[in-house]
């Protein structure tokens, strides 16, 4: 059962108080959250959620998501989800952290140009982070840098994704591209006999932070490459470092396109009903990609196999970014932390075997995983060290 410490929400949407709550009959993690913490500083503008699903592992770790939400409600939704999906990732990268999310209510622009993004702000939310005590590990996601986790640092211990002059990891962009080229690799093993993508042609939606890394990858590998942006500075980038890439006006353009491999590098969702009846048309045999919540909502996972679509889990295969930044807490070595992300390979093949050994889609393989992992090293605290106290 989880231990829900505090929650807190205001005028929550029907039914998202009820999930902050709500825990699994038979003992695996389900939606029930341990804390969720908001935060308002009036003087800098800052309203927060912290959500903490789960301790299980250790601390819970995870971006920090500033973003233009339409209400508090959905903003809550999005912490609850995402944090959720930290404890998964976490666990099936065989972190001994658990999972935890928070999002910024907010234009993430800075303010000189309009946004909501100040100095102040970040510096209030480091000091909410810094209230937990360590519970909760904050780093980069949507809507934030390196930059920013430079400033949150200044209030709060519990920082990662910090520059290199300050003691960081840097970008965690490089490693989660790095990763989910991994699994890729494992993608193209399982479905053609090869861990290549050579030869293959590859369409990426979204080369903004980790897209455009990704593309290096695939480059270099031999595939032939197709791209998507909803910004024309991000394609523009893309296309002065690999002329050869082709691109195409938006996401619906790219779904139709004749891909071998579709990766989806945005906002999450990005896998819905009319996605996967699109993918099956144009011939798509694998989806692997950079993007968080990749499902739209649950059945699509059975859908995509039905279709014979290989589906490689999101939260496996974009792990690499928590994984480098997980590096910095004991002291950053970027070779140790690539060497890490390099496993994704063996974890991906591994869903992939479990799959089928179950008879079951890859997602619902990697959620076992993840929850056997959380289950049974939780269960060690009922293992009484010397001079400890009973939880």
Not at 88 to 107: C, F, M, S
Not at 127 to 149: N, P
């Given at each position: 059962m989880?231990?829900?410490r505090t ?6 949407a029907p039914?998202?108080l009820?999930r902050?709550f709500?825990?699994e ?18 003087a ?5 959620i912290?959500?903490?699903?789960s ?5 819970a ?7 233009r ?9 999005d912490?609850?989800?995402l ?6 990732k976490n666990?099936l990268?065989?972190l001994?952290?658990g ?18 993004k100040?100095?102040a702000?970040?510096?209030a ?7 937990l005590a360590?519970?909760?590990i904050?780093?980069?996601?949507v809507?934030?840098?390196v930059?920013d986790?430079d400033?949150v ?5 519990y ?13 965690s ?9 991994q699994?890729?690799?494992a993608?193209?093993q399982?479905r053609?006999g ?13 080369v903004g ?8 990858h ?18 523009n980038r893309?296309r002065?470092?690999h002329p050869?890439v082709?691109v195409?006006?938006?996401?619906q353009a790219l779904?139709?396109?004749?891909l071998?491999v579709?990766?989806?590098c945005?906002l ?13 048309a ?9 993007a968080?919540n990749?499902l ?8 995509l ?6 589906y490689?889990p999101?939260?496996l295969?974009?792990s690499?970014?928590?994984?480098q930044v997980?590096?910095?807490i ?5 070779e ?6 390099t496993r994704?390979?063996?974890?991906t093949?591994e ?18 995983l993840?929850e056997?992992?959380m289950?049974e ?5 009922t ?7 009973r939880?």
């Amino acid at each position: 059962m989880t231990d829900v410490r505090t929650a807190s929400a205001t005028h929550p949407a029907p039914g998202v108080l009820s999930r902050i709550f709500r825990t699994e009959q038979d003992g695996a993690p389900g939606d029930g959250h341990e804390q969720v913490v908001l935060c308002h500083d009036r003087a800098s503008g800052l309203k927060a959620i912290i959500a903490i699903h789960s301790t299980a592992l250790g601390p819970a770790l995870g971006g920090t998501r500033f973003h233009r939400y339409a209400s508090e409600e959905e903003a809550l939704e999005d912490a609850l989800r995402l944090s959720r999906g930290m404890s998964y990732k976490n666990a099936l990268a065989g972190l001994d952290l658990g999972g935890g999310k928070a999002v910024i209510i907010g234009d993430p622009t800075a303010k000189a140009e309009g946004g909501d993004k100040s100095e102040a702000l970040l510096r209030a939310y480091g000091r909410f982070v810094q209230s937990l005590a360590g519970r909760y590990i904050t780093a980069c996601d949507v809507g934030t840098y390196v930059q920013d986790m430079d400033v949150v640092a200044r209030e709060c211990d519990y920082v990662t994704g910090r520059s290199p002059e300050h003691g960081g990891a840097g970008d965690s962009s490089i490693l989660t591209a790095f990763g989910v080229f991994q699994g890729m690799r494992a993608s193209a093993q399982a479905r053609w006999g090869q861990p290549t993508l050579r030869g293959k042609r590859v369409g990426v939606a979204g080369v903004g932070k980790v897209g455009h890394y990704l593309v290096g990858h695939l480059v270099a590998d031999g595939a032939t490459v197709v791209v998507t942006d909803v910004s024309e500075a991000a394609v523009n980038r893309v296309r002065a470092a690999h002329p050869d890439v082709e691109v195409v006006a938006d996401t619906q353009a790219l779904l139709t396109a004749a891909l071998d491999v579709y990766a989806p590098c945005a906002l999450g969702g990005a896998l819905d009903d009319e996605t996967v009846g699109a993918l099956t048309a144009a011939g798509t045999s694998v989806v692997c990609g950079a993007a968080n919540n990749q499902l739209a909502h649950p059945g699509v996972e059975k859908d995509l196999a039905d279709r014979g679509i290989l589906y490689a889990p999101d939260y496996l295969v974009n792990s690499g970014g928590v994984i480098q930044v997980a590096d910095e807490i004991q002291g950053f070595n970027f070779e140790r932390a690539k060497n890490k992300a390099t496993r994704i390979f063996d974890t991906t093949l591994e869903i992939f075997t479990r799959a089928t050994s179950d008879g079951v889609p890859p997602a619902v393989a990697a959620d076992r995983l993840a929850e056997r992992r959380m289950r049974e090293i939780s269960a060690l605290r009922t293992i009484l060290l010397p001079g400890a106290r009973r939880p």
